[in-house]
Structure formats: structure tokens, C-alpha cells
Nanobody, 127 residues
Framework: QVQLVESGGGLVQAGDSLKLSCAAS????????MGWFRQAPGKEREFVAA????????DYARSVKGRFTISRDNAKNTVYLQMNSLKPEDTAVYYC????????????????????WGQGTQVTVSS
């Protein structure tokens, strides 16, 4: 069983930056591919970013590419999401997700591919 705890959400203005963290426990962190998803009110949960077990491969949703950066520190069992140039449309609950995989370079962009989810952290961007 993997436990994921997100932190770092908050209320910011358009153009500001925010960094989310997700601490994992319960399994060797380097065995997990990690991802970030978000869900705005009245909308489905959508893919934001993903990173491979090794950290060598990343993937982003088109809407955040060039503004968001996903990274991980396997020594700290933590994955991060650096969010720059935030827009009101980035307002959502952000969820961290983990997937057990034997492949070190795979990145996963579909909800169904993830085994474990955090409780979410609210990000609100005012205009």
C-alpha cells in the first residue's frame, strides 16, 4: 500500500508561481512512476504531468507545457510540481498519483494507469 500526501496549494494571483509537493510512503519510491492530475469544479479529473521512475522522462498536458515542471527526489520520496505563470483556468484540486511499474523510463498519462492517489490540494488562481 502506498500513501501519498500533497502539500503546497493555496490562493495566488494570475502570473504567480506555486510549488506543490507530494510525499510518498509505504513502498520503495524509485519503483513508482508518478503523476499529477487536477480536477476543476464540474469537470473531470485531467492529466497535468508525469515523470518516470528514474526521473529521466517527463510528459505534460498541452495546457501546462512550458509553464509547469515536474520533478522528483528519490532520496526524499517526494515528487514536485513547479507551477509558473499561473492562470485562473489552472484553478483546481491537484492530485498526486503513483503507479507501480517495472519500466524505469515509462511515463503514464491516463488515470486508469495509476494505482494510488493522494487526497488532493486546492490551488486557486485569482485574476
Amino acid at each position: 500500500q502506498v500513501q501519498l500526501v500533497e502539500s503546497g496549494g493555496g490562493l495566488v494571483q494570475a502570473g504567480d508561481s506555486l510549488k506543490l509537493s507530494c510525499a510518498a510512503s509505504g513502498r520503495t519510491f524509485s519503483s513508482l512512476a508518478m503523476g499529477w492530475f487536477r480536477q476543476a469544479p464540474g469537470k473531470e479529473r485531467e492529466f497535468v504531468a508525469a515523470i518516470s521512475r528514474s526521473g529521466g522522462t517527463t510528459d505534460y498536458a498541452r495546457s501546462v507545457k512550458g509553464r509547469f515542471t515536474i520533478s522528483r527526489d528519490n532520496a526524499k520520496n517526494t515528487v514536485y510540481l513547479q507551477m509558473n505563470s499561473l492562470k485562473p483556468e489552472d484553478t483546481a484540486v491537484y492530485y498526486c498519483a503513483a503507479a507501480i511499474t517495472i519500466y524505469s523510463q515509462v511515463v503514464l498519462s491516463k488515470r486508469i494507469q495509476y494505482n494510488y492517489w493522494g487526497q488532493g490540494t486546492q490551488v486557486t488562481v485569482s485574476s
